[in-house]
């Protein structure tokens, strides 16, 4: 029986494990504290495996992670490839992975190591972007290479080849001085949990499953197919849901200028990495409440269209949540911002 759940479920067992990984990281970063695995792997990597021949090496695996490198790879898809939508799904990735990357290294705002770097570089360390990037943007090949080439002699090279260039250009970085271990490992940590969420896009925009499907029977054919239809419907219909009540709902557009216009305080007064999360956490709760408001005002009058106490009660409820969880995020709003303000 567990060892079915495993089976059934163990792409998120895995997503679940990267992000208690990325969660320790993070724990110690914002603490201030020198992680152990750091300094062990500074010991081994810095002071003992340094050499001329293989700084040369480390330099050309590093750069194999570059903008350009990966801009051309990108490029390449679209000219070899015919089905252009791989070479949408690699763009995409890539701008995708790429922006995340900046938006984390803002959020968290970790120093990068200073004095032993053989490289320079700019920015903050935390995740380690070529780690971060190579892992999503080579996975992804990865996973394409497996699932649409058929030769498997070129299969298994072309795939055992990358698998062994991403854990290599992340230890590149640590090796030139540039990342800490603890940068590098986020970043892989961080991008396993987006591929797993990526390829299942992937998979159902490039109808990689149709192969299998062909041999399967009607019935199992007719499941698929309800999975599928029923995961894209619910991301259609929460998305109509959020519109519908925008067009709706006075009090949602006002939550959302509020939003608007506290994250560009946020920029302006530079919050740290801490209380931005505050913020999002705040904006995530309030806005939640009130489309649930929204919902059991619009159940209770499709189901209480007359006048009665008790639905009048239960929609005062709801509007006293939201109201509620408004009140507390004006006040740990003015907590993070008076002293910056009027500091």
């Not at 480390?58 to 490839?81: C, D, E, P, W």
């Not at 791989?86 to 990735?93: D, E, K, R």
């Not at 053989?118 to 380690?128: K, R, T």
Request: hydrophobic residues 55%.
């Amino acid at each position: 029986m567990l060892k079915r759940v495993i089976e059934k479920n163990y792409k998120w067992i895995i997503a679940f494990l990267c992000l208690i990984i990325v969660i320790m990281i993070l724990e110690d970063i914002f603490e201030n504290e020198q992680l152990t695995l750091d300094m062990l792997v500074y010991r081994l990597v810095i002071l003992n495996l340094r050499s001329e021949p293989l700084t040369v090496i480390m330099k050309v695996i590093t750069n194999l992670s570059s903008a350009y490198v990966l801009i051309v790879i990108t490029l390449g898809t679209f000219i070899f490839i015919k089905n252009k939508k791989v070479g949408l799904c690699v763009a995409s990735n890539l701008i995708i992975t790429t922006l995340l990357n900046q938006l984390l290294k803002y959020i968290v705002q970790r120093p990068r190591p200073d004095g032993y770097r053989l490289i320079a570089e700019s920015g903050y360390s935390f995740p380690s972007g070529h780690s971060m990037v190579s892992m999503a943007f080579y996975g992804l090949i990865i996973y394409l290479i497996w699932k649409m080439v058929k030769n498997k002699k070129i299969k298994y090279i072309s795939c055992g080849i990358l698998g062994l260039l991403i854990p290599m250009i992340g230890f590149s970085r640590i090796y030139l001085g540039v990342h800490y271990a603890s940068d590098v490992i986020g970043g892989f940590a961080i991008s396993i949990v987006y591929l797993l969420l990526f390829t299942n896009i992937a998979r159902s925009v490039l109808q990689l499953e149709k192969e299998k499907i062909e041999m399967i029977d009607k019935r199992k054919i007719v499941k698929l197919r309800k999975k599928r239809k029923k995961l894209r419907n619910s991301f259609k219909y929460a998305f109509e849901g959020i519109a519908e009540a925008w067009k709706t709902e006075q009090n949602l557009k006002i939550h959302f200028v509020i939003m608007a216009v506290v994250i560009i305080a946020g920029f302006i007064f530079k919050i740290s990495a801490m209380e931005w999360i505050v913020c999002l956490l705040l904006f995530a709760i309030v806005i939640s409440l009130e489309l649930i408001n929204t919902a059991i005002e619009t159940t209770v009058d499709i189901a209480m269209p007359e006048i009665n106490e008790k639905a009048k009660y239960a929609k005062d409820i709801a509007a006293g949540a939201v109201l509620f969880s408004a009140i507390i995020s004006v006040i740990i709003g003015l907590i993070i911002f008076l002293p910056k303000i009027f500091g």
